[in-house]
């Protein structure tokens, strides 16, 4: 088969340069990697029973991951195969998978795996190159202890553990163990040894739940299970009538309060190592935490780590969107030598990253965001952080990606909404200075300089060196008439940005109107940024 042609079978349509499959409703999805792979492989056999460990063999090879990668792709191409799903791709139990569809000339595994993966001109700076998955997190959420005194109801208790655990699996990292595997697992007791050995994860999250008539009470708590340490806990407190309406709310923000726990241990873990011993993922790790303080030597030092995790595991798609974003803050922070360069480099990491990992709401919305704040494409923008919004509408960085290009074209009753969103899912994150400012540039955009101002000053209080913080709060100041605080900001810019100058600032914004780029310079000039 021609790598132009399509192929029909079963009702569908596959399109292997896209990598994509039309399902008979029309709708169509765009193939991850791994799952393009596997169409591959059920093409290639198509009537004969695959098992999943020739899956795994010929898919995943020297790479281990858990048989629940399997299964996670089996069911995006049942999705992607829309209402004849489960009829055209079928489990055997015990056995593996059968696609019974036959087509002509199917594409071989390998040719859709060749397709699937870009060509990255990366140098790589490891001889050995060591899987991601080794070094990568896993957790497990246990079902929670019922401490009565109430009969106890199973579906409760499996509904909050799968909740958790389904959110938690819209995350490119850690991993999750899925629902199906963890929930057979008991603990006896505060010893939670042996059912991470069961479930090969490091960490657990463990809960319980007391009800007693109308009232419940869940306490949940995060275990390392290599020390035996809790590094998180919380509880909350509702009546039974209000728990399916506060569950998914509940879930979300326990899910959210996990991450950051875990990349927290994982990067002391990585600090006690020197970096050149260490894999992709915690090169990735120690560079956020580099990044997020914001000062040129360390953010410098960041962007060495992503190019040496890069060196090590090139097919990461998190790398490639990290890198894009360091690329990003460097031009608007004012340290880039080489802007239209950095540029061009941003893209083209962005749409690697999207090439490994379409579905990765994080850097579609990055992207998205790019395209308004450096072309004003707005069309582009808004196809980009529709489809990040409908892929995670409940994570803090598409959320907060979104925030700039709809107060930019007018939409700031919701840009102020997704941002409230994002603050209320991220109170540990390193990053809450950033979604301040969102916030705040949001207010600003709707003339609530008074509150723009507020949020703008909590995220310059946090990191008093993010200069596109600093712009935007200098302005909103100057409109609510505080222009003395808004000529001391102003000193503190431009030393940061000596040649910053507001009309050029105010003409590379993203607003839509030109009279409101107008407006924002007058506010700037007001408090002493030169014209």
Known sequence: MQASETLRFGGVVFDPVRGSIVAANGAETVLRAKTLALLGLLLESAGRVVSADEILDRIWGDVTVTPDSVTQCIGELRRAFGPAGAELLKTLPRRGYVLTATPDAPPSAPALMELATPEVEIIDRATDRLPLTASMPTVAVLRPRWLGPDPEDPWLTEGIAHDITEILTRFREPVVISSNSSRLIGVEGDDFSEAARQLSARYLVTAALRS??????????????????????????????????????????????LVPQIAAAELRCSLRRPPEHLGAYHLLLRAREMIARLDRESFTEAGRLLEDALGIDAGYGNLHGAYAGWLTLRM?????????????????????ALRLDPDN?????????????????????????TQAFALAPNDVETLCWTVPTLSYTGQTEEAIRRAQRALSLSPLDPFRFRHEHFLSLAYY?????????????????????????????IAALSAAGKVDKARELAQQLLRIQPALSARATAFTSGYHVPDRRQLYAQHLIAAGIPE
């Not at 909590?458 to 913080?469: A, G, L, P, V």
Request: a negative charge; zero cysteines.
């Open 445 to 473: 955009a709707a003339d609530d300089f008074e509150n723009s101002a507020s949020w703008g000053l909590r995220s310059w209080e946090r990191n008093t060196n993010y200069s596109s913080n600093l712009r935007i709060t």
């Open 212 to 257: 007693s008539g109308e009232r419940l009470r869940l306490s949940i708590g995060l275990e390392d299970a290599s020390t035996g340490a809790r590094l998180w806990s919380d509880s909350v407190n509702l009546r039974r009538e209000e728990l399916f309406d506060f569950q998914d709310e509940a879930a979300s923000r326990i899910a959210h309060a």
């Open 361 to 385: 709401a994080r850097t579609l919305s990055l992207f998205g965001h790019s395209r308004t704040i450096m072309e004003r494409d707005y069309a582009s923008s808004e196809t980009l952080l």
């Open 332 to 352: 608007f922070q004012g340290w880039s030598n080489d802007f239209a360069g950095d540029k061009a480099l941003m893209e083209k990491t962005a749409k690697i």
